[in-house]
């Protein structure tokens, strides 16, 4: 039993000893895996310090380099800016000097200049000495003989000339007196019976109708229902309807019409296409208003080129003017005492026509003239002066022909003709007026009475546009709104009507209407 446990003992022992040698080993082994993992980190962290020095020494490098290169591109820009400039300053004084060189040799030419002028002068003041002398010389020879003649005539100048005329007067005066009388009475006798003939050759030959001008248009309408939308909410509609036409509108129990009312025919006939237009298409408000006025205007002005086209082509004068043609078509709404312009224009121009022919003249040229004598109506309410004054400044304009303008000129005995076909056109003239049922008088005074308003109004500062209405009972006038305010509006109905009680004669009373609008209009895209 003992012996076993000494062997168990001994066992432990060595067990233990192994234990503690492995211990030892283990240990060891430990401390020396520590160093050597001290020992890489050291050469690896030895290693990123060298690497990442690398890294700077290149990335400084690099940014040396980009700094040279910036620096460079610098100086040469501004060596370039430099040179530039140079140039600039180098041609500004080579202007400069060139600039010098020309004004010194402009001074160079003005002294020479001033010296040939000095030396003429000097010469010139000679040569009027020498002709003053002479001229003295000449007066005393022109006395001496002067001198000469009255003692040997015993008779002064005065006297001399008047005995020679008292003469000449006795012997000439009862044959020239006579010769007058019986040549006056000769061409008076002859002049009386062939104008009779001319004039009722001339009349037989041409025949015009009768024209009736009327004052009012009548739009038809499909249904009464229609007449309320033409007013429009609040009478917006109507209002601008007649605010960009000028032009009344009379919306009364009339069944499915509507009247427009105004003496002046060229906007009533843009108020009627316009309304027409309107009334067919449905859509009516202040924007379709604008536009579809704007379209009958181009229409209207289409129709005057027309017109005006006609009437050359039917009077046969051959080729004129494009802008005289459209001014012959505004003739076409252009009344004078009631009578058509246009129309008494084209009578004019056949009547002297025929005239010209029967006497053996240029019957074309006559036409032509005849057919121009009133164009300066067309925009006589447009351009001050008569319609005289203006018709000869627009043929001059254009290069019509000088018998043409003579015969605009002298048509109402302003100027005196200096031609027979100046002379035939106002007979021609007169006649187309005298012709029964061609005027009437009160047309043309309403007319009158509606431009002189119209003018008037377009007088005061700050009105853009002005139409009398209502046969001239009511004046309608639209102001520039950036130029007059609202308080202002009442000051210029003020001056207005002021104005028409110191100018004007009319029966009545005349309303004065200022409108003020402002539009404010953007596209929505």
Avoid: C, W
Wanted: proline letters at 2%.
């Amino acid at each position: 039993m003992f012996i076993i446990a000494l062997g168990t003992v001994e066992t432990i022992i060595s067990i233990l000893l192994a234990v503690v040698i492995g211990a030892f080993i283990g240990f060891f082994i430990r401390i020396y895996m520590h160093e050597k993992g001290i020992k890489a980190a050291k050469q690896l962290a030895e290693k990123i310090v060298e690497d990442g020095k690398k890294e700077a020494e290149k990335a400084k490098r690099e940014s040396v380099l980009e700094a040279k290169q910036e620096i460079f591109n610098l100086k040469k820009d501004f060596d370039n800016d430099i040179r530039e400039r140079r140039q600039v300053v180098l041609n500004l004084e080579n202007k400069v000097a060139q600039r010098e060189e020309n004004l010194n040799n402009r001074s160079v030419n003005l002294d020479r200049r001033e010296q040939s002028l000095t030396s003429r002068e000097d010469k010139l003041d000679e040569r009027k000495e020498q002709l003053e002398q002479l001229n003295s010389k000449v007066e005393e020879v022109l006395k001496e003989q002067e001198t000469k003649l009255l003692e040997i005539s015993g008779l002064s100048t005065d006297q001399a000339r008047e005995i020679i005329m008292a003469s000449v007067k006795d012997q000439m005066a009862d044959e020239i007196s006579l010769y007058i009388k019986d040549e006056e009475e000769r061409a008076k006798n002859e002049a009386q019976a062939k104008s009779k003939d001319i004039l009722a050759l001339a009349m037989q030959k041409y025949a015009s109708e009768t024209t009736t001008e009327r004052t009012v248009s009548v739009v038809d309408l499909p249904n009464d229902e229609m007449k309320g939308r033409i007013i429009g909410r609040e009478g917006r509609n109507i209002r601008a309807i007649e605010a960009l036409t000028g032009v009344d509108l009379i919306i009364d129990d009339t069944p499915e019409a509507v009247v427009l009312s105004g003496f002046d025919p060229v906007r009533r006939e843009v108020a009627r296409r316009a309304l027409s237009t309107l009334v067919a298409d449905g859509r009516i408000h202040p924007g379709r208003i604008e536009e579809v006025v704007d379209k009958a205007r181009s229409e209207v002005d289409q129709f005057l080129r027309e017109a005006g086209e006609d009437a050359v082509f039917t009077v046969g004068i051959g080729r004129i003017h494009p802008d005289l043609i459209k001014l012959l078509g505004r003739l076409s709404f252009r009344t004078s005492y009631g009578q058509n312009v246009l129309k008494h224009s084209i009578e004019t121009a056949f009547l002297a026509g025929k005239l010209a022919a029967e006497i053996g003249e240029d019957e074309i040229l006559a036409r032509r003239a005849g057919l121009l004598h009133d164009i300066g109506k067309a925009v006589d309410h447009e351009v001050e002066g008569g319609h005289v004054e203006i018709g000869v400044n627009l043929v001059n304009r254009y290069k019509e022909p000088d018998v043409v303008v003579d015969a605009i000129a002298s048509h109402h005995g302003d100027v005196e003709p200096k031609s027979v076909i100046a002379v035939l056109v106002a007979a021609a003239d007169a006649l187309s007026a005298a012709r029964p049922g061609a005027r009437s008088e009160s047309m043309e005074n309403y007319v009158k009475r509606l431009e002189q308003l119209e003018t008037i109004s377009m007088e005061i500062k700050g009105v853009e546009k002005a139409f009398a209405i209502q046969a001239g009972r009511e004046i309608r006038v639209i102001v520039k709104p950036e130029q007059i305010d609202d308080l202002a509006a009442f000051r210029v109905a003020r001056e207005i009507k002021d104005q028409i009680e110191e100018k004007m004669s009319y029966p009545g009373t005349i309303k004065v209407t200022v409108i003020r609008e402002t539009r404010a209009t953007d596209v929505a895209k």
